[in-house]
């Protein structure tokens, strides 16, 4: 695991399109009992090298009923996102993960993790790529069916601030979906 881990923190493959350079950001332990596939790591999270520390990761981890300490535990938790670096900023936010993270390095790495119980599926970047044609017509409808994906899989829509539109349309999410996700996470940790 740990050898994968530096192969994947010294990866260069797309390094020509990246506007600030290869930082690749993930965390795992071949103990992980969750598994968190978000998008890619923003202009925070590349500066600092720690995943989901911005304004998304202290939702995420409120939705989680989470401490940071337990957050950040790879015991705990595996961070993977789609894209491993910052990808570049695109018209309405950041661009789309770059493409050649996931199929290079996702089943290597968590085939080295025999522990986990339960991945969140971030986003529809991560949904298509794992749920494919099994995902909804929209990801409302994907993470409203949620139940469908379980055990193995928990569909989430990214916790962003940019998203507080798509909260306050479907408050549904917040008052039904996030009690019974807390209570998910509580049993598999």
């Known amino acids: 695991m740990q050898k994968l881990l530096q192969e994947i923190r010294a990866c260069t493959v797309c390094e020509k399109d990246l506007p600030l350079g290869p930082r690749p950001i993930v965390v795992a332990s071949p103990s992980s009992k969750i598994a968190v596939i978000g998008q890619a790591p923003g202009t925070a999270v590349h500066e600092t090298g720690i995943p989901w520390d911005d304004p998304s990761g202290r939702r995420l981890r409120e939705w989680m009923g989470i401490t940071d300490d337990v957050f950040y535990d790879p015991k705990n938790l595996a961070i993977i996102p789609m894209g491993f670096c910052y990808p570049g900023k ?4 950041d661009l789309p993960p770059r493409p050649e993270c996931a199929p290079l390095w996702h089943k290597p790495l968590l085939d080295s993790i025999k522990e986990i119980k339960l991945t969140l599926l971030i986003g529809q970047y991560a949904q298509k790529y794992y749920l494919k044609d099994k995902m909804k017509r929209t990801l409302t ?5 949620y139940d469908e994906y379980l055990p193995e899989f928990m569909p989430l829509p990214h916790p962003s601030p940019r998203n507080n539109i798509w909260l306050k349309k479907n408050e549904w999410f917040e008052s039904d979906l996030v009690p019974k996700l807390k209570g998910i996470i509580s049993s598999v940790l």
Do not use: A
């Open 90 to 93: 695109g018209k309405s936010g």
């Open 141 to 145: 409808e994907t993470v409203r069916n």
